[in-house]
Structures are given as C-alpha cells and as structure tokens.
C-alpha cells in the first residue's frame, strides 16, 4: 500500500481563501487517495465551506488557528507575532514531522520567512531558491530563483542550478535536463558581474547539463529545462511572462468577438484552442517549491483559484515518493 502524504494547507491564505483553498483541497483528497490534508485556519470557517463537498473524511482535518498573517505585514515580525496563525500552524506541521509539505497561497514574505526560520534549510544549502514551473511551446521549464534571493552570489547559483536539475528530472520527468544561465546575450562574456563569475562554475561543473546564456526571448520557445538567475530578474520574467500571456489570451477573445463570421470561426476552433491555451496555463503545474529545506514548502499565487490548490498539493506526493530532499543532499549538498 502506497504511503501517505500529509500536506498541510494553510486556508486562510490568498485572495479567494478559505473558499477557493478548501475547494482545492477537497478537489486534491477526491482525485487521489495517496493524500491527506491538514486545514490550518479558523475552524468554524473552514467547517462552514467544507458542508458544501463530498470528500473522504479521513483524509482532511482541521487544525484551528485564530489568527491570519496579511499580505501587506512585514514577515519577519508577523512570524514572529502571530504563532496562532494559519501560515506559521502549518510551518510547524512540517517541521515537527508531522506533515510532508505545506501549501500556502498567502504572504510570500511570511512564507520565505516561516520557510528558512521554522522548517529550515538543509545542512549545506545556502540559499533555497523559489521555483515555478514556467511553459513554453514544447513543454515546461523550472525558473529558479524567481522571488526569494535577489542579491544571490555565484556559489548560490550553481546550487540552483543542482537543486533545479534534481528537481526537474525526478518530479517533471525530463531525463538529463539542460540548464542555462538567464542573461543578456549568448556570448560568454556578457552580462553583469553575477553572470559572468557563475557562467564558468555551471560550464565546469560536471554534474549538471550546462548549455551556455538563454536570452529571454527563447524561454517562452523552450530554451531550456531548467533557467537559473537571481530572484529580481527571475520575477521580472516570470511576471512578464503572465502579463503577455493575459495579454495575448484576452486579445485573441476580443478578436473572435469581432463579427459574425469570426465568432462562426470561434466555433470551430473553440476545441483546439481549448486545448492549447490549457497547456499555457500556469494552474495546470501547481505552485513553487522553496527548494533546499528540511520539508516541502509550496508557494502559489495570491489569487489562486481551485485548480491550482488542487495541482499544488497533488504535485507533493512526487516530492515526497522521489525523495527530492534525499537527492538533493547526497547530489548537490555532499558534491558541493
């Protein structure tokens, strides 16, 4: 019999919580028996949305916490403050072993914050980086880091990279995954400071497939499996990427809307269509996982809706059933 993954999921977190959160999770423990889930947040609350499912009892429970750690706080002494909070319950869930992975679409601040102060990092990490997987026209692609170290050195950009291939080669399924160092052109000498004292670390390091610079006009088109920078040009693309995305998406349905022969055409390609723009959503491939920690910790837009809770908490039974924290202590931790 498959083990059981214990996730906990802080409810009260994001802008449609507790109800788009507590659907998500009653979605995660319908589609796969394999999980359970932790509901931190206010009982009563909680209680009241789960009425509205059909869910397999022993897999959700409820563990009241009182109070809710709000986007604009300083993280630092929110943490600090509010222990009774959903985001800092959960935190100590994982910690204390009595959870696998936490999910949180709440304070990124509070939740990079409870991620290295509460869980902790793994012996030998020296910054965990935080990672979507971003798609492209062939497939996806893991950006790390993309929100929690903007000031990264270039020993911490190789563990990104170490972490991000671990990663993307267990959880995604991508077999010698190729990374690339997220720059201003191809040629190895160009860039900043940065770039250039980490581009002979990737290049010499044997155990990665380091490929050379990827300019950001080739992420979208596959450039690489795995795109390793720091946090403040990782953000500004990854943020990017979703403005063009709703930009192009909301640009193609106004089209379609234009006349009566473009909405018959609308029609026909609904199907296909359908289709592809699911493959560029990023709902579809749950949240970021603070990399490098002592447990899983999950990261998921503030707006989250059902879907991507849904994906999130599902997407931690393979952390856990590949052993990412293993590998990456024997593979990039001892090597280093």
Not at 37 to 65: C, D, P, W
Not at 164 to 171: A, T
Not at 289 to 311: D, W
């Amino acid at each position: 019999m498959a083990e059981i993954v214990k996730v906990a999921v802080d409810a009260m977190g994001g802008d449609n919580a507790p109800g788009e959160i507590v659907k998500g999770a009653v979605d995660a423990v319908n589609a796969d028996k394999r999980v359970k889930v932790f509901l931190t947040g206010r009982e009563s609350v909680i209680k009241e949305e789960l009425k509205k499912y059909n869910y397999r009892e022993e897999q959700m429970e409820i563990i009241h916490a009182e109070e809710v750690i709000e986007t604009g706080e300083p993280p630092v002494m929110a943490i600090r403050k509010k222990k009774n909070s959903s985001i800092v319950k959960a935190m100590y869930l994982v910690r204390d072993g009595e959870c696998d992975a936490l999910v949180s679409a709440g304070s990124t601040g509070a939740v990079l914050v409870g991620g290295q102060v509460i869980v902790g990092r793994i012996k030998g990490v020296e910054r965990p980086p935080l990672a979507p997987v971003i798609p492209h026209m062939n497939g996806v692609s893991l950006l790390l880091d993309c929100g929690a170290n903007v000031d990264a050195r270039p020993s911490q950009l190789l563990q990104f990279a170490k972490m991000g291939s671990v990663y993307m080669e267990s959880v995604i399924g991508v077999k010698n995954p190729r990374v690339g160092l997220v720059n201003i052109g191809v040629e190895e000498e160009k860039g900043n400071a940065l770039t250039k004292e980490a581009y002979p670390l990737l290049k010499n390091c044997p155990e990665i497939h380091f490929i050379g610079n990827v300019e950001a006009r080739d992420i979208p088109l596959g450039g690489a499996d795995v795109l390793v920078c720091e946090a403040f040009v990782g953000n500004v693309v990854l943020k990017m990427l979703e403005g063009v995305s709703g930009a192009l998406i909301q640009k193609i349905k106004d089209g379609m809307m234009t006349s009566f022969r473009s909405k018959m055409g609308a029609l026909l390609v609904k199907p296909a269509l359908k289709r592809t723009l699911k493959d560029f959503s990023t709902d579809e491939y749950g949240g970021a996982p603070l990399l490098g920690l002592n447990g899983l910790v999950v990261k998921t837009h503030g707006s989250s809706r059902a879907i991507e809770i849904r994906n999130s908490i599902l997407q931690c039974i393979a952390f856990k059933e590949q052993k990412i924290n293993q590998k990456i202590k024997e593979q990039v931790v001892l090597e280093d």
